[in-house]
């Protein structure tokens, strides 16, 4: 799939207070189990598929890579809707993991993994030269970078009463 290169700076602008970010992933342990492997690595594709068609679930968008250790970075509206989809018994999910948990899980071949993040937007620093829409930016608004948002430091001070710190700021204890 190419997509357009968007040449200069660019950041994305997020709607709301929050963005959840979740990374999801496999990896082959035993290659030489590659059946396994497969059969586990296969059940991601009508994931995507659904969850791409069904707006109302809550993804925003996915950045995927593949190889020995897979990963899929994904945007979703809030923590509810993630755990929403993966409890859902008509979404194509529970039942792969039920799946995976008594076929493949303790045998070592192939390993899953995630994590979540729920992200403050005034805490998000995004930037892109030269890219096509990508990331946080094609799951939220990409926006040129302009007046005021050209520095990192500048990114994430753009929310009135959220400080930002400063090289050589003392760093707060508890």
């Not at 660019?10 to 963005?19: H, K, L, M």
């Not at 925003?60 to 990963?71: A, I, N, P």
């Not at 008594?102 to 937007?121: F, I, K, M, N």
């Not at 799951?139 to 007046?147: D, F, L, S, V």
């Amino acid at each position: 799939m190419s997509r357009e290169v968007f040449p200069g700076r660019y950041t994305a602008s997020i709607d709301g207070e929050t963005v959840t970010v979740f990374l999801i992933g496999m990896r082959a342990n035993r290659w030489w189990r590659i059946p396994r492997v497969m059969r586990v690595a296969n059940r991601m594709a009508p994931m995507l598929r659904y969850l791409s068609t069904h707006e109302d679930a809550g993804l925003l968008s996915f950045e995927s890579w593949f190889g020995r250790t897979t990963v899929i970075v994904s945007y979703w509206r809030s923590p509810e809707h993630l755990q929403r989809f993966a409890a859902d018994r008509d979404a194509p999910h529970l039942g792969p993991w039920r799946e995976f948990q008594r076929a493949y899980s303790g045998t070592g071949d192939v390993g899953v993994w995630h994590e979540t993040y729920q992200v403050p937007a005034a805490d998000a620093e995004v930037v892109y030269s030269d890219m096509p829409e990508f990331g946080l930016a094609r799951a939220t608004r990409h926006e040129r970078i302009g007046a005021g948002k050209n520095t990192a430091r500048q990114r994430l001070g753009r929310q009135a009463g959220h400080p930002v710190a400063a090289p050589g700021d003392p760093v707060p204890t508890r």
